[in-house]
């Protein structure tokens, strides 16, 4: 494909709160380890509103956008593995040198060289995008583009949630923050066999996200707003507390609740980011409860394939978290939707 041909991106332009606009762009061209794909559905994500916002480092000027579904159209000189025509997902990871003690163990999520798309280059919000193939995965005919599109952020939680958070059969686990990682907690949590899932969201989550939660097997709500979460969490598991809590709300005040809600011995895991550059947190609380706390950021390998068989099967059901489809022309109504917690996960169709 020639790179005299142009598309429409959505830009970061420049450093600072704001500075977001559709550009015209010139279709890259593959490498010869790249494919050129044509981005069918992508997703707005919690990073992308921390960018919008000048909270999460990037290198303007940048097209947006890392979580996406998309078809292979055009073939680098070395590409022998894929074929014209495959849908397929990407993980995140470009850029990674491969030398450094990290890439070495398999972790290229956390090279410190690593620029992804959609912060450190060009991302999934405009119509094309060129990824290399050792970052690719195939996704099954019977997934729509759509339920493709949260692999990404639903690779997170399965990595987060269920690799490294370990939830077992019969744990009570605690999910704050019913957003859409929230939900897929929810959701990856009682395929893993949990015996009671607690949602902790607001008032205003109410209407809409709470009762989804419900819908997808949330046992027991929680609002924080309305009372002491942590004696109604205590008090639902008898005085216990929770074998597991999942801390997807970025909130400091949420996060540091998380330590009163997990049992002597439990686990935090972290998902949310809060966009500060520190927040109060009740240290002595957490070595008191002698209790494991994950932090974690993006995904390793692993997690991928598990995460596609999981929606493919509906054990993870992506549907229930997409809440808005619109094309990229309508950017700003799906950012809106997103910032403003009135749905769930907002779709672009570039």
Partial sequence: MSTTQSMMGLYKTAKGPGNMELRQAPVPEPRPNEVLLEIKAAGICGTDIHIKHDQFPYWPPVIMGHEFAGEI??????????????????????????KCELCRTGNIQLCAQKRSPGWGIDGAFARYLVMPTHLLHRIPENMSDEEAAIVEPAANVVQDVLERGKVEPNDTVVVIGPGAIGLLSVMAARAAGAGKVIVVGTA??????????????????????????????????????????????????????????????????????????????PWDAAAWKVCTILFNLSTGYTCWDRTIGMIASKKIDARKVITRIEPLQNWELAFDDAEHARGLKALLIP
């Fill in 204 to 281: 205003k989550d109410l209407p809409f996200r709470l009762k989804v939660a419900q819908e997808i097997g949330a046992d027991e709500i929680v609002l924080a707003d309305e009372g002491d979460a942590v004696a109604v969490v205590q008090r639902m598991t008898d005085g216990r507390g929770a074998d597991y809590v999942v801390e997807a709300s970025g909130s400091p005040r949420a996060i540091a609740s998380a330590v009163g809600m997990v049992r002597r011995m439990g686990r935090i895991s972290q998902i949310g980011l809060t966009g500060k550059p520190e927040i109060s947190f």
């Fill in 73 to 98: 159209i055009q073939l680098g000189s070395q590409v022998t593995d894929f074929k014209i025509g495959e849908r397929v997902v990407g993980e995140p990871h470009t850029k990674a040198c491969g």
